[in-house]
């Protein structure tokens, strides 16, 4: 009798766990791919950006990036907009090579899309299109050193 309820309790919970797995609603937005609360798809760093290299693009990402970005990402990526977060300065700076492996396109095209709340960066998913945001991707990648 013991076995036949060990197995069927076996067989109710791998019923009930795949259920509540499949259960998930497909609309529930991703989950933040990393403690700093970015919203990121797992395959956000192998997207590649269709207006890499395009000049007239990197030209257009320039114009959107002083109308979006630089009031706290500053002129030259540095960090040091005038609404910049004192505290987080340092991770703002758009220009330090060494974050480029952690920072393909995609990444940075998702963080500009999603935004997050802490620290501070706005989602830009509704006041652009996604093209305007690669293009400002294309653009911000300009300005890491070369180091």
């Known amino acids: 009798m013991r076995t036949r309820w060990s197995v069927f309790a076996v067989a109710a919970s791998l019923f009930t766990g795949s259920f509540a797995v499949s259960a998930r609603p497909a609309s529930q937005p991703p989950r933040p791919s990393n403690p700093n609360g970015w919203i990121l798809p797992p395959e956000a760093d192998q997207e590649k950006n269709p207006f890499a290299g395009d000049a007239k693009a990197i ?3 320039k114009e959107l990036y002083k ?3 630089e009031r706290c990402h500053g002129p030259g990526g ?4 005038k609404d910049a977060d004192p505290d987080h300065m340092q991770d703002m700076d758009l220009t330090v090579a060494r974050r480029a492996s952690r920072n393909p396109d995609g990444t940075v095209f998702y963080k500009v899309w999603n935004g997050r709340k802490s620290p501070k960066m706005p ?5 652009l299109t996604r093209e305007q945001v690669w293009q400002i991707v294309a653009y911000t990648q300009t300005l890491r050193s070369k180091s």
């Open 59 to 61: 030209e257009s990402g």
């Open 67 to 69: 109308k979006t970005c």
């Open 123 to 127: 989602a830009q998913k509704d006041e």
């Open 78 to 81: 540095k960090g040091d907009g």
